[in-house]
């Protein structure tokens, strides 16, 4: 069992939507990266979180360690945005190595 | 400019013909991990080196091998491919417990 839950696993949106995605974790973690993966590409990091809240242009990721939750959100998506979003976390009784949620497949239509 | 290089991008190997996969960095990271990543799955790591130390998943295959001659090169050898190793391979390179991890564009292995 996956100790990294994405959720939605798929979404499709229209372009100029505010997007959410979601992810949940079972135990204390020491940082959790939201990464970005285009089709047959390799994997960009877009963020790294330990506590509250980062920006970078219209994207936007928080995280909340009492509820072991996170989100990345997308304002004013484009259809460049189209990718795989995959939340990954760094336990803390896993130093050193991340396990990944399963990702979730964003479709952003013009 | 890019920090973490894998090469090739694309590699076309027989079945059961040894196959390397090199990846190389410019951030002087001590820690280098090797994921393989199948088709709509998540990314599955393989093994990784902090420093020169060499630290493999319990349920990697002894079919897949590591080097890491030097802090900038870490190299996954495949010693017999067969058609369940087809994949995406990620190199990522990390400082341990500080920064995000950086990772590569990925090699696309094919067996054939």
């Known amino acids: 069992k996956n100790e990294v839950e994405q959720s939605p696993q798929n979404l499709t949106a229209q372009e100029g939507e505010f997007i959410t995605i979601n992810c949940s974790y079972s135990?204390?973690?020491?940082?959790l990266h939201w990464l970005q993966q285009h089709p047959g590409g390799g994997i960009v990091s877009l963020f790294m979180?330990?506590?509250g809240k980062k920006k970078h242009g219209r994207l936007i990721a928080t995280i909340n360690i009492q509820e072991k939750h996170s989100s990345l959100h997308i304002t004013a998506s484009h259809p460049r945005d189209s990718a795989v979003y995959i939340c990954a976390v760094r336990f803390n009784t896993n130093a050193g190595k991340s396990t990944f949620g399963d990702g979730t497949t964003l479709t952003v239509k013009p | 400019d890019a920090m973490v290089i894998q090469n090739p991008r694309y590699q076309v190997t027989q079945f059961g013909k040894p196959v390397t996969l090199s990846c190389s960095q410019t951030?002087?990271?001590?820690?280098m991990y090797w994921y393989q990543q199948k088709s709509s799955q998540a990314p599955k790591l393989l093994f990784h080196?902090?420093?020169?130390?060499?630290?493999n998943e319990a349920d990697t295959p002894d079919n897949f091998q590591s080097r890491r001659p030097n802090t900038s090169f870490c190299f996954l050898d495949i010693r017999s491919p067969g058609l369940g190793d087809a994949a995406m391979y990620l190199c990522?390179?990390?400082?341990?417990?500080?920064?995000?991890?950086?990772f590569g564009q990925g090699t696309r292995l094919t067996v054939v």
């Open positions: 990522a390179t990390s400082i341990q417990g500080i920064t995000e991890a950086f």
């Open positions: 951030l002087n990271h001590n820690v």
């Open positions: 979180l330990s506590s």
């Open positions: 135990v204390g973690i020491s940082a």
């Open positions: 080196y902090y420093d020169k130390d060499f630290n």
